[in-house]
């Protein structure tokens, strides 16, 4: 029998005098609002992170979300899994509910959840949200593709990558949270590995980044952003990688570091893409095996577009001329060299579509 917790039990556990000393205060001002709303006093929110979804097809879609009391500090959960209820409902006030159920967040994946939810309407738009205990997330607004083969004569997405935390605001996803858009692309780059930096717009908080727990935190940094929160809430995403997601450079089990044994770089690759997987909206096909993920994958919007979504990282060879720019060697002239590597190289060919009506997006 699996071994969970429902999270208004765990809270209780967690409650210690300055929570209770807190709580008190709290009470002789907003004690009457609390008990009008359901909510305890004494509860953070477990939702901190935000909710997303992504990966839509026709009658479907992923919803995430992860559970989290401090979310800087690997987490702050208990050892058991979490039992989750999640809804999803025609209208933004949750109150047209088509389906709804109960799962876990694995404490394994980091108390993240993953739900595949399927027997939707083609081409509409859907509102879910997530609740444990007395809390609940936030209303995420998602939608399914339209019909395989139906006529479509619009698509509106963004696509975005590189998102340095300590480079700048995320206002672009303000931006994309007031467009009418359909879909969301990110490119790879969704997070960065390096150190904290003083003079930084914004900081990276420890060092460079390497251990599973590490790689949780940072997204988690990353996901605190307000804007960056809206847009995973407004919209389905559909998200690949690239090398900072793992370590700059780094080029299947290849380290910039010169010398690098690859098996501490495949053990570093675990963690990064186990945390990869614990916070992007991606399906159970997706789940990773030590330091292997099958990322790359493909679906099509009606009679309009059809899109590979390729990853060029994990099966690459390394760049040549020793990673220096504009410097010319051998290696780049070499016929063996590969992004895709062969299997994916085959899939992407002999899936694109050769017939002049859909529009095939890499």
């Not at 303000?174 to 969301?184: G, N």
């Not at 251990?211 to 790689?215: H, V």
């Given at each position: 029998m699996t071994n969970h917790v429902r999270f208004d039990s765990l809270f209780q556990r967690r409650l210690d005098r300055r929570d209770l000393l807190t709580g008190g205060l709290a009470l002789l001002g907003l004690g009457a609002a609390h008990r009008a709303s359901g909510r305890s006093l004494f509860q953070p929110s477990v939702f901190p992170l935000g909710v997303a979804s992504g990966d839509p097809s026709p009658d479907g879609v992923v919803l995430w979300t992860r559970l989290a009391l401090e979310p800087l500090q690997g987490g702050g959960m208990p050892p058991e899994d979490v039992e989750v209820v999640w809804?999803?409902?025609r209208d933004e006030r949750m109150a047209d509910v088509v389906q709804r159920g109960t799962t876990l967040a694995s404490a394994a994946l980091g108390h993240s959840v993953h739900v595949e939810v399927d027997g939707l309407e083609p081409g509409r738009w859907y509102w879910y949200r997530f609740r444990t205990g007395v809390d609940e997330s936030t209303v995420g607004r998602t939608r399914t593709l339209p019909a395989p083969g139906a006529p479509a004569d619009r698509l509106r997405f963004a696509f975005a990558s590189c998102q340095h935390y300590e480079q700048g605001y995320y206002t672009a996803y303000?931006?994309?949270?007031?467009?009418?858009?359909?879909?969301?692309f990110h490119l790879g780059d969704y997070i960065y590995e390096y150190e904290g930096r003083e003079g930084r717009v914004r900081m990276h908080t420890g060092d460079e980044i390497e251990?599973?727990?590490?790689?949780r935190n940072r997204y988690a940094l990353y996901r605190s952003d307000p804007d960056l929160q809206a847009a995973h809430a407004a919209f389905p995403w559909v998200v690949t990688w690239d090398d900072h997601e793992v370590d700059n450079n780094s080029a299947n089990d290849i380290s910039e570091e010169e010398g690098l044994p690859a098996e501490l770089l495949l053990r570093r690759r675990a963690a990064a893409y186990q945390a990869y997987y614990e916070h992007m909206p991606l399906r159970r096909a997706s789940l990773p095996t030590g330091p292997d993920l099958q990322l790359y994958r493909a679906f099509n919007w009606g009679d309009l577009a059809s899109f590979h979504v390729l990853d060029t990282r994990q099966y690459r060879t390394d760049q040549p001329c020793g990673d220096r720019r504009g410097v010319a060697c051998d290696g780049i002239y070499d016929p063996a060299a590969t992004l895709l590597g062969e299997t994916q190289e085959r899939w992407l060919m002999e899936g694109r579509d050769p017939s002049p009506g859909p529009r095939n997006l890499n």
């Open positions: 809804e999803v409902a303000r931006h994309m949270v007031e467009d009418d858009l359909d879909l969301v251990l599973l727990d590490d790689y």
